[in-house]
Every structure is written in C-alpha cells, then in structure tokens.
C-alpha cells in the first residue's frame, strides 16, 4: 500500500475510534481490504492513540482563535495525525507531513479545511 493510502486508511480508522467506542484493531480491520496490514498505517494508528494527550496538547498550544474542543471532528484527526508523523516519525519530512494532512483535509473536510491545518501545522514548526 502507497503511504497516501495508508495515511487515509490510518485518518479512517482514527476517525472510528475517536468518535465511536470501537477499538484500535477492530477500526483497522473495518477500513483494510488486505488481510495483512501495512505496516506505516499500523505504526499510524496506534501512535496517534499512544500519544494522543501529548498530541493534543501540542495542537491545542499552537491554536489561534480555536480551542482544542471546538475543532471539527475532521481537522482534530487530520492534525493528529500529521503531529504525529512531525514528531515521531523520522523518516517523514516535516513539510511532506503538513502537505498529506491538507490534501486529507480537502478530501474528508469542508471547503476551508485545508487551509486551516496549513495553517496550524505551520505554526507549530
């Protein structure tokens, strides 16, 4: 699997479990076609969920105008998990991490959304 497929997979299942009582492994097996799972979407998932308060809190400190709880379902995934990627995940540049979660963003958002995590992400780099 291409890590753009991966990346909207991991936004699929993150997206489940943050707003369902579902559990990690049953929200990656609902949005996976292959019996095995990639291994960058694993890694995804359950690293936004181990680090999620330390994520959010970070997101939250970087927010103009927004607090944390009144972020859209949507664009509070989609920044976790590019903090995520920004902080944890070595092997992804920064910039290539800000430019996948706008294009999530304009997949799975409203009109504006891409903007708005351009422009959060940004500042927290």
Do not use: C
């Not at 944390?68 to 995520?84: D, G, I, N, Q």
């Not at 540049?93 to 963003?105: M, T």
């Amino acid at each position: 699997m291409k890590r753009r497929a991966a990346r909207e997979k991991a936004f699929q299942a993150l997206f489940q479990i943050n707003n369902s009582e579902i559990d990690i492994e049953e929200a990656i097996q609902h949005v996976i076609e292959e019996p095995v799972v990639d291994a960058f979407m694993h890694d995804l998932v359950h690293g936004v969920a181990n680090h999620q308060t330390e994520i959010d809190q970070w997101i939250s400190d970087n927010l103009v105008n927004w607090t944390f709880s009144r972020l859209p379902k949507v664009e509070k995934t989609v920044l976790r998990m590019a903090a995520y990627e920004i902080k944890y995940n070595e092997d992804v540049p920064s910039q290539v991490a800000i430019n996948e979660a706008v294009e999530l963003a304009k997949i799975f958002g409203e009109e504006e959304s891409g903007k708005f995590v351009n422009g959060v992400l940004s500042k927290m780099i």
